[in-house]
């Protein structure tokens, strides 16, 4: 599976795919846990996931709620992972080159490879 992907794509979809799935996991906790929450993990989550925030301010729109701006920031993701990483090797491979992590994720999670 390795040998379908050149290694710089293959970190930059990792990198891109890992910040993905952390917003969508900060959305998701926003709709039952606030900022001041006292559950240690997801305070700890929100501290993290806010220095991220602090870093791509510029690109954040001012007037999105607080909550969206998690999501504002996965559909930025998914443009990019979507059109940015097949340009690297060819726009005729959208579709085949994309979602790296995800593709890889599903199949050593496929238990039919197992056994």
Do not use: C, Q
């Amino acid at each position: 599976m390795f040998n379908y992907y050149p290694l710089f794509i293959i970190i930059f979809d990792i990198f891109f795919g890992l910040l993905f799935w952390i917003f969508i996991i900060k959305f998701f906790l926003h709709l039952f846990f606030s900022n001041e929450t006292s559950v240690k993990f997801v305070s700890n989550f929100f501290s993290i996931t806010n220095s991220i925030y602090n870093k791509v301010n510029r690109i954040i729109p001012s007037f999105l709620p607080y909550p969206l701006i998690s999501l504002y920031l996965v559909w930025l993701i998914f443009i990019i992972r979507f059109y940015i990483v097949p340009a690297f090797s060819g726009l005729e491979n959208i579709g085949i080159y994309v979602f790296f992590l995800e593709k890889n994720l599903i199949f050593y999670l496929n238990f039919n490879y197992l056994f």
